[in-house]
């Protein structure tokens, strides 16, 4: 692709080169050496050009056939499914029309079960073309079921006739920028020779220019394509598009329960034992929502009429989970539904809202449907399995009692912590962050080989005097609510920074995409960095997405914009669905990417969590950007996570098995 953007463009090294042989060289003949000049630098830079971008075209069908035929796998592999209706299966992904080949074997079986196979499908391209630049991938292969226990093989292609087409046209379109390129330049060549005196002057200031920039190294290039060739710009759009909906419909299939969209069981349980597992805090509180007598509303109702009725339980759950942040939501069976509260005190007033708010649904009065609650309060330094049951036998008694008020029973589970208002929320936060009263815990982020990456870091905020310093489970929902987030992340960059000058170790702190839009953010953040920029060449700033409505691209793009010229790096925190966004967020400045180990719970055992992860890591790595995990706790799950090329993580595990080593 010929471009002329950046400090050295192709301009700049054609008038250098021009120069030089104008030098040399008077006359007639000059024309004819600049002319083959113009033209064999214009043939070289198109050819690179196109075979960069074939191998680009390659590498995304590789991708499409892999997460094309690890969908198609995961739903050949359903609890429930049998080799019988495989065929089917297999046929009705064959008609969608974009699988070119296909063959599913089953294991004990000579045939295939299916053997599908249409000629690809008619392309711009000239034959020719497509003999010089092929663009094709090998089918991908996936084995069905457990290692050890394969019950069958699938071998799926995707047709590759838009990754030809789209080759095509790049280089029509670039052949008629390096064609018009060569006229121009061929008419400046023409006038350089005429007006021969002043031309090189003005040339040999361009030369002047080019050696200058050489010397200062070459400008860098970004992976997402420019919009200097609009064409491929969108075709690579439209194959990101593509693959990223691929993943997200992996993750939707791993992690959320089709029929309401909450998270399913291992997935919530794992995200509580995350928050159970922070230091300090006010504690949780979990309450379980029981639909009583489902089998005889399925009977009386029918089927899609009690689907309707669990979703609308499941809206009724998600819009505390919308109002409050760090609220957990998910679904636990057929008919348990959980809710995680982020702070104590508030579970029996929230039990009884919960089960008003439901029992006015209309869909559950329509089918006259109840519903029984039961929870625990107080929740500290204990396992999900322990909550989870505590929570249970509150709702076995709700269920069973009658006479309990409102159908709720909430237990607690430790000495009631004392419930402040917001008032002393918002003084006792501002008040710990202008006395200082605030520390950084880190925890060590790994690579594949146990080398350290750097050392996440998270703020602990001491709310009252010679109390402990709580984790920011219990007050950044308070702080948020009083407008001091910006305050919080300042004062973690600044204790960030505080520890690299005292031990030099890199380090990662993370801070709101939803700080900066407050005023005046970017530029204290800035001030702090540039009053040390060594150090700041040593920090990551990680941003999280605290609301929906947290800054846009734009907002991240203006920070980058300033803070990346002042050596800092900057990472995002992915939430589950957020793929589409990061490209911009690359071109924005964005080096890493990291997620939660509950998108990874269940790798090593799991062909549908493998298939999600595989694309994930596609994904980012194709986009150029780094993939860390964080709070990994499964050793079988982190040496799938390493196999499968995940960069970094930290983690239990992962801190178990470093000092293993170090013992050893």
Request: aromatic share 4%; hydrophobic share 50%.
């Amino acid at each position: 692709m010929i471009t002329v953007s950046g400090r050295v463009g192709f301009v700049d090294v054609t008038a250098f080169a021009s120069w030089r042989v104008l030098r040399m060289i008077a006359g007639p003949r000059a024309l004819a050496a600049v002319a083959a000049l113009f033209g064999l630098l214009l043939v070289a830079a198109l050819a690179a050009d196109l075979r960069a971008t074939q191998q680009t075209l390659q590498r995304q069908l590789e991708a499409r056939n892999r997460d094309a035929a690890a969908v198609l796998a995961a739903a050949l592999t359903q609890p429930g499914q049998h080799v019988a209706g495989w065929r089917e299966l297999a046929a009705a992904q064959f008609a969608a029309g974009h699988t070119r080949s296909l063959r599913l074997h089953a294991s004990g079986l000579d045939e295939p079960l299916a053997r599908l196979q249409r000629p690809a499908k008619p392309t711009a391209a000239p034959a020719w073309f497509r003999v010089a630049l092929p663009v094709a991938a090998a089918p991908a292969a996936v084995v069905l079921g457990e290692a050890g226990a394969a019950v069958g093989r699938l071998e799926l292609e995707i047709d590759p006739s838009w990754a030809q087409d789209a080759l095509w046209d790049s280089f029509v379109r670039t052949g008629f920028a390096a064609a018009l390129l060569g006229l121009l330049s061929l008419l400046a060549g023409v006038w350089a020779i005429v007006a021969r005196a002043p031309a090189a002057g003005r040339v040999h200031a361009g030369a002047d220019r080019h050696e200058a920039a050489a010397a200062a190294g070459p400008a860098p290039v970004a992976s997402v394509p420019s919009g200097a060739d609009a064409g491929a710009a969108a075709h690579w759009r439209q194959a990101y598009a593509a693959q990223a909906e691929q993943v997200a419909h992996l993750q939707r299939q791993t992690h959320l329960d089709p029929g309401t969209g909450l998270p399913l069981r291992h997935h919530f349980l794992a995200q509580l034992q995350q928050r159970l597992e922070e230091p300090g805090g006010p504690g949780l509180a979990l309450l379980i929502v029981r639909v009583l007598d489902l089998e005889a509303t399925n009977l009386r109702l029918g089927h899609e009429a009690t689907d309707r009725l669990l979703g609308a339980v499941a809206d009724v759950l998600l819009t505390y989970v919308d109002r409050v942040p760090a609220t957990l939501a998910g679904r636990l069976n057929g008919t348990d539904f959980a809710l995680c509260l982020p702070v104590a005190g508030v579970a029996v007033e929230t039990a009884a809202s919960l089960r008003t708010a439901l029992a006015s649904t209309p869909a559950l009065r329509a089918g006259h449907t109840e519903v029984a609650v039961g929870g625990v309060d107080g929740l500290h330094d204990t396992s999900a399995g322990a909550a989870l049951a505590t929570a249970d036998a509150a709702l076995a008694r709700a269920e069973a009692d009658g006479d309990t008020p409102a159908g709720c029973v909430v237990l607690q589970a430790s000495t009631q912590d004392e419930v402040l208002g917001a008032g002393a929320w918002r003084e006792r936060i501002r008040t710990a962050l202008v006395e200082g009263r605030t520390r950084l815990t880190a925890v060590p982020v790994q690579d594949s080989q146990g080398g350290l990456l750097h050392l996440a870091c998270a703020l602990q905020v001491q709310l009252r005097h010679g109390g402990p310093f709580e984790s920011a489970a219990g007050w950044r929902a308070a702080a948020r609510r009083s407008r001091l987030l910006p305050q919080v992340d300042l004062a973690a960059v600044e204790r960030a920074l505080e520890g690299i000058t005292r031990d030099g170790r890199a380090r990662a702190v993370q801070i709101s995409r939803s700080s900066l839009a407050a005023q005046g953010f970017t530029s204290d953040v800035a001030a702090g960095l540039a009053g040390a920029p060594t150090v700041a060449r040593l920090l990551t700033l990680e941003l999280v997405d605290d609301v929906r409505a947290s800054a846009g691209v734009t907002a991240v793009a203006a920070a980058l914009s300033v803070w990346g010229r002042l050596g800092v790096r900057v990472g995002v925190a992915l939430a589950a669905g957020a793929t589409p966004e990061l490209p911009d967020l690359k071109s924005a400045g964005v080096q890493h990417v990291t997620v939660d180990a509950g998108q990874v719970q269940g790798l090593a055992h799991d062909d549908a969590v493998r298939g999600y992860v595989r694309g994930l890591v596609t994904l980012v790595h194709d986009l150029g950007l780094t993939l860390l995990v964080s709070g990994v706790r499964d050793a079988a799950d982190a040496q799938a996570m390493w196999a499968l090329g995940v960069d970094g993580a930290t983690g239990p595990v992962l801190a178990q098995a470093q000092a293993a080593g170090q013992g050893a």
